[in-house]
Each structure stands twice: as C-alpha cells, then as structure tokens.
Nanobody, 123 residues
C-alpha cells in the first residue's frame, strides 16, 4: 500500500507560479511511477505529468510542456510539480497517483491516489 498526500494548491493570477508537492508513505517507491493528474469541474480527470521513481525519466501532457516540471526527492519521499506561467485553463483539482511498473498516461493504470489539492488561476 502507498499513501499519498498533496499540498501546495491555492489561488493565483495568470502568469504566476505554484509548486505542488506529493508526500508518499508506506511501501517503498522503487519500481514505481508517480503521476500528477487534474480534474476541472464538469470534465474528466486528465494526465498532467509523471516520473519514474527509479530512473527519473519523465513524461508530460502537451498542454503543460515547457511550463510544468515534475521532480522527485528520494530523501524526502516526495514528488513535486513546479507550475510556471499558469493559465486560467489550468484551474482544477490536482491529484497525485502511484503505480508499479513503467510510466503511463492513463488514469486507470494508477492504483493509488491522493485526495487532491485545488489550484485556481484567475485571469
């Protein structure tokens, strides 16, 4: 089992930056992938970015490439999402999720989920 707790959400203006953090506990994260997803009101949950815990390899959605950066801190057991140049369309609840095995973009591939943190970007 893996427990995930997100933090760092808030209300910002367009163009601002925000850093989300996902703290993981429980089973070791080796051979796992940690992903960030988001869900806006009335929309399906969508992939944002993910990182392979062992190799540090990352993938990201086209909508956030060049603006969002995912990273991990093995000493702290955390995965951060640095979000720059935020846009109103980035407004959503952001979720951290974990899976065993290789990086994936699909929601069903991830077995463990945090409760989410709200990010609101005003224009």
């Amino acid at each position: 089992q893996v427990q995930l707790v997100e933090s760092g959400g808030g209300l910002v203006q367009a163009g601002d930056s925000l850093r989300l953090s996902c703290a993981a506990s429980g089973r070791t994260l080796s051979s796992s992938a940690i992903g960030w997803f988001r869900q806006a009101p009335g929309k399906e949950r969508e992939f944002v970015s993910a990182i392979d815990w062992t190799t540090g390899n990352t993938i990201a959605a086209d909508s956030v490439k060049g603006r969002f950066t995912i990273s991990r801190d093995a000493a702290k057991n955390t995965v951060d999402l640095q979000m720059n140049s935020l846009k109103p369309e980035d407004t959503a609840v952001y979720y951290c999720a974990a899976k065993w095995g290789p990086l994936r973009r699909s929601v069903p591939a991830y077995a463990y989920w945090g409760q989410g943190t709200q990010v609101t970007v005003s224009s």
